[in-house]
């Protein structure tokens, strides 16, 4: 296990600068979570005009003069600085280019845009009205289209967006990966519609009270083993973790009575990405780099747990007893293997948050190719509601009947979040390839059976979470199976898993 | 109705500084509130750095050369300004030269000190070892009577510090003050020993569940009318009120089962505070002006609600219906009057946060003294104890056993706070003002038997509440009242009551 020691780092102004900058993004994260957790609405305005000054002002440190002396301070001597140090650049200068490099009153008015957005987007899903978002949606790409220009990009402009949330990544790379992607994942599913085998899932709308779930969930993050003494839980609108810093990391959950799996894997799902947060080494703790590397790497930790974990024979098995004492006589007929099954049943649906964890990818995949050609220009704005039909009757087998619940159901273009749908795929693909690693060292079902899921933790805290910002996705997964990222083990994993499952 | 605008304060620097101040602040405060209200614990360490650093930076701004000039601009004009830039420029005008004249080494050797005397205040009085904690407070003594000399003052020097706490307070109107109240409270004290009435106050330690008390809790806010689309209540080691501004203040209470009177008091004097927060004028909303102007007029409104009102007959008649539907039959032998006057009783008692309304002023009188004496170097610190103990004995007729709950039971003196002791009596007194002015409008006792709190606090929103830190003290009191603070309406106030509650 490599050695990381801060000192170096700490001696720097760049330290110093981003030292501010924390704090400042503490203090706005706070005022963020008090928000989504119970604050008092008729507060809202006034926090969130405190929150917005702090990140502005941690925002100017980004792009200030006296950021640009402090990189360029380190870049001279760039092959001296420990990694570290060298992290720490890298990170600071992607934010510094990819702000400066864009003319100020530019940046300002796609502020100004896309602080609009998001509530005309809103309407319009609600009114099912994509022409009303159309306006607004082409100047976000439009905006983002030149933006790439000034930045800079290498083969496609699009690549300059990826990299903002998977740092290395590429439309090469993606093509070739969701291609593998596509190719299983569609005949299996169709193969999965047709199967003689059907699951039942009419049990998991029995009602269970709020206030067993709850007993519920802390199970789960005992059993899966978020730190409560270093993190915590409280309920929101929408299920997310927030970390500040490896030593309070915070995870909501969201209670429905009818519908108990949806906080069951919610809990999972933000222990895992918990659990990478507080596994962060000694060295960077309460610095910039005190932080998951990429939403990719974040949600392959979040889903091996929800997934690979959670979803596992094995892991209803662990908790099946301690689960019927607390849910009781409702059901007392339902087997840990039903369960499991029931948490596993896969079919073609309309809504990307609602899916399956097999045809989760086929939902990403069609944003990934829109997001493509609309950055390339190669369709325009209204033409979307029709491809988006297409590629759902071609991927998926099935049309939305609205644009509300098709074209117009994420929330991310509203906000210019281009280039962030394929980490959820990547999330997924980074998972199987660690796993086909890890069972060479270990014995996951017996593990997870006898609860020591701790022993899978601290492997991949050996591996992952350690290295907070430190360690790029690709060398990340290089290390550790000694390839790049490689689709194989993904379709292998769900091909294995859901042949099984439905006994094709 | 005087109608404010702060139009033209916020066109000015002055502004444009305090406004950033404001964000940080609000930063600072809500990771404070978050800390006491249930974060977890193994994160205290890296939130209180982040908090430190807005704290700080906000400090930084407090004296900058930059706040320095912007105060000097408005000075230069001073006769033109509006009330609120005038008030603005008194606030931060008093903040920067109550640093900026004190040499920058000193300030810094003094907040080191500072930093590190509360764990050793807390260590003496664990140990009940006074000489473990007289040499720091020895110097935190010198450095504070030194910043008196660095600051300046009128008089006695240890008018500076009051008006820290208490705006244009000095020596010369507490000796006066004082002394009327200590020649009625002493020998009141004496007849209420001596009376043959005797109040039973054994029921109020049958336990009551913290599920019931939180429901206690609820009702109490309800009458009292702490508006919780602008506020909340969450649990704390100790109960406090903290503001985010007039649309979001905070209070907190703790539960023990078998003191149930301890956080139902604890809650209404809160709303007290709370309500005062909540009653800030439109114009000055989320300014360095939204806030209280004092430690003693908050106290007056907290104590308001929790004395004047909720310690009154009228109140426990209003509420003891829903009272009993909650505690149920455990109580069913107990009386409104009955709760009435246990709430009530008076007696000698050592320790100043669990004292009653009668004798609460002897131990302020006590502390108030012994400062004085400290502040002009009149007695060293070694004979504190032994000072102490006399007049405990002198004014209370009781000796402290041990120092513990004597000369060490107060946290303030660790944090230099000196100075903020008579702010408590002088809430008492500004109340007891304020509700002979009342008296003349309002039918109280109607107002609160029938439910009709919000008149009341109408009445003081009117006069106090909405003028946030605009006002100062003394202007408050002669506005509403038509004279300065006078010691006779509490005197007056504490005899009527007691007499009539003891018959005698």
Redesign the interface.
Known sequence: MAEYDSKTFKSTTLYAIT??M???N???S??S??MHT??????N???A??LA??SS?AFALSISDEMKRALEELEDVQDNLDEITAAAVRICRKNYDSTRKIPIEEMRAYQELTANAETIWRNAKQKNDFAAFAPTLTQIIAYNKRFTTYRGFTGNPYNTLLDDYEPGMTTDELDAFFAKVKATIVPLLKRITEAKKKIDTSFVNRPISVKKQKKLAALLIEKIGF??????IRESAHPFTTS?????V?ITTHYYETEFLSSFYSVIHECGHGIYGQGIMDGI??TILDNGISMGIGESQSRFYENMIGRSLSFWELIYPELMAIVGDEFKDITAKQFYEAANSARASLIRVEADELTYSLHVIIRYEIEKLLINGEIDVMELPRIWNEKYQEYLGITPPDDSRGVLQDVHWSAGMFGYFPSYSLGNAYGAQILATMEKDLDLKELIRSGNIGKITAWLRERIHRYGSIKIPSDLIRAISGEALNADYYVRYLTDKFEALYEL
Do not use: C, Y
Request: aromatic share 8%.
């Open positions: 030292d501010k924390w704090s400042l503490i203090g706005a706070m005022l979570w008090d119970g604050a008092p609405e008729g507060g305005e006034s926090r005009k405190a000054a702090l002002e730190d409560l003494t270093h993190g915590q500040f810093g490896r030593n309070d915070r703790v309460d």
